[in-house]
């Protein structure tokens, strides 16, 4: 009995359905060898690729997981599943099991219906809490540093900030919000001057980034890294290049120095020091004075740290990454042994138009502010005004940067007569759209209760979610609300895969294609669905369980916005 609640109250995942079905329809090695009739010591197909979780409207109206019969074949003669195990996949129990309703072979392989109605209840009268989190809690420290933001000698102006550069303090900001989520500590590098137009800048996009008194220096720190890469055995000196010397200084180090700089065996560091994946060409560096500031920034940023696991991801755009690697392997030439990592964007291109990041935003903005003003007239001005389409401006921006795998190119339509668009099913202003509709929903609702019409939500409890038949009822709570637990998860996942050396690649994208994925099916649901039905005592039932999945819906949506630093609009 204890067992069966557990089960009850473990969230349902799709991982762990896909693991158990894989497990049910394999049997035990030898069980599945003894089925394959002859056919010898075959390899067998991955447990994950033997089932397929469905997401297209039009196969999920008959069927919800499907193993397809070419996995079929390799498993059993003729893709012939036996009766006893067509019994444990379908009596399948587990935790984090969706529960199954029926199944069959057909011609495309063996499909899978889930008991809608228990999952419905599953999620939604048991609190959606669980499906809005990552499903485990990591520790651990990451850095995020951001060399786009580092001062070359001089500190950045968002007039010289490019649309490359912008991209990868997007990134970094977002990524800082996702590992955060996971549970890990997170840094932000470099820290800026808070009296900077930079800071400024960035705080108009929502992005908090950490700064310092204007009179702040970082000049102790520096000094100590010039001296240490002064005396640095991978130092070069005079013509044997690249010969280990230990030591130095005095008159013979000053001559040097003037006479071609201080320069240290960059590709020496990384074969030494095992760092993997670098860039074989990188040969020897000459230190300057801004690169110095660099590593000072890093070193402070890393300074206070406790966390034993501690990882540094230097977040640069594809033309920076060749120099970002030499920042890299002198600091590490300095003695910082912090595990370093790079996550690199592709360009981004304007065709017809050069634009500087604060210009774009000047853009974006103006475009916002008439297309609200085409739509609501009179109405837009005053603070409230100005702080939607704040948000509106950072969302658009936001979704154009973000929404594309962070390795490919972005190309942006910055043409002046092109306006931001509230209806299309793009980006940024249509996911906030359809977060604000939702408001609005329970606004309405809220009103028709201090009228009498309705009265409060009961319970999940106490409803009968059989009442919710239309599918895209059951497209909203398969697609998002369950797999979102696990869409949260990925980022922490791909910084712990080792191997493949100094670049590592994040589905960055993933959150902003989720939420216009989710934006189209809930806007083609809301305006086919009449949400708020007839106060009439027989309808309720199918109201309130309508309502529930709504309600978790909205709270799904401010989780991924969170994610996003975009804080959701009421109404608009």
């Not at 990134?171 to 919000?177: I, N, Y």
């Not at 808070?194 to 929502?206: I, N, Q």
């Not at 002046?416 to 793009?426: A, F, L, M």
């Not at 009961?458 to 696990?486: H, M, R, T, V």
């Amino acid at each position: 009995m204890a067992m069966e609640n557990m089960e009850e109250l473990s969230p349902l995942r799709i991982t762990a359905t896909v693991r158990a079905l894989s497990s049910a329809l394999r049997g035990k090695r030898e069980h599945v060898h003894g089925s394959g009739r002859g056919k010898g010591d075959r390899t067998f197909p991955e447990p994950e690729k033997l089932w397929f979780k469905e997401s297209s409207a039009k196969n999920l109206r008959n069927r919800d997981f499907l193993s397809p019969s070419t996995m079929l074949n390799t498993l059993y003669a003729d893709g012939q599943v036996p009766p006893a195990v067509m019994s444990r996949v379908l009596s399948l129990r587990g935790s984090g099991v969706l529960p199954v309703a029926g199944g069959e072979v057909m011609g495309e392989g063996l499909r899978l219906r889930v008991d809608r109605v228990a999952a419905f209840r599953a999620v939604l009268a048991g609190g959606t809490t669980e499906y809005l989190k990552p499903s485990s809690q990591r520790e651990g420290c990451v850095v995020l540093n951001c060399p786009a933001l580092h001062p070359k000698p001089n500190p950045p102006a968002p007039d010289t900030l490019s649309l490359g550069q912008l991209r990868t303090v997007l990134l970094a900001d977002h990524m800082g919000a996702m590992l955060r989520r996971q549970g890990f500590e997170v840094y932000f590098c470099p820290t800026l001057p808070e009296d900077s137009d930079v800071a400024a800048f960035l705080r108009a996009l929502g992005i908090d980034w950490p700064t310092a008194q204007a009179n702040w220096t970082n000049d102790e720190r520096e000094e100590k890294i010039q001296k240490v890469l002064e005396n640095s055995p991978y130092r070069e000196r005079g013509t044997g290049s690249g010969r280990r010397s230990s030591g130095g200084g005095g008159r013979k180090a000053v001559e040097e120095e003037n006479e071609g700089g201080l320069r240290i065996n960059l590709k020496q560091v990384f074969q030494e020091e095992g760092m993997l994946g670098y860039d074989p060409t990188l040969g020897t560096c000459k230190v300057h004075r801004d690169g110095v500031s660099h590593l000072a920034q890093l070193d402070l940023s890393t300074a206070d740290i406790t966390a034993t696991m501690v990882t540094v991801l230097h977040v640069t755009s594809c033309q920076d990454e060749f120099r970002q690697q030499q920042m890299a392997v002198l600091w590490r030439a300095s003695g910082a042994a912090h595990s370093q990592r790079h996550l690199v964007c592709g360009p981004v291109k304007t065709p017809g138009s050069h634009l500087t990041a604060a210009q774009y935003l000047q853009l974006r903005k103006g475009q916002m502010k008439e297309a609200s003003e085409m739509k609501y007239g009179d109405k837009v001005e005053g603070q409230t005004w100005d702080d939607i389409i704040k948000v509106m401006t950072s969302a658009t921006i936001r979704f154009e940067l973000l929404s594309t795998v962070h390795t490919s190119p972005v190309t942006l339509d910055v043409q002046r007569e092109g306006g931001v668009s509230t209806k299309g099913p793009r980006g940024g202003v249509f996911v906030m759209y359809n977060c604000a509709r939702l408001h609005t929903l329970f606004d309405s609702y809220e009103r028709g209760v201090e009228k009498g019409l309705y009265p409060e939500i009961p319970d999940g409890s106490q409803l009968d979610f059989s009442a919710l038949k239309e599918e895209g009822e059951w497209l909203l709570l398969f697609n998002y609300l369950i797999p979102f637990s696990e869409l949260l998860d990925q980022s922490g996942q791909a910084l712990d895969c080792e191997g493949g050396g100094a670049r590592v690649n994040i589905k960055t994208e993933q959150i902003c294609k989720f939420l216009v994925s989710l934006s189209k099916d809930f806007s083609s649901y809301y305006n086919r669905v009449h949400v708020l039905g007839e106060p009439l005592p027989h309808l309720f039932n199918q109201m309130f369980c309508r309502l529930h999945l709504l309600r978790a819906l909205r709270e799904l949506y401010h989780s991924a916005l969170e994610t996003l630093n975009l804080p959701p609009i009421r109404q608009l």
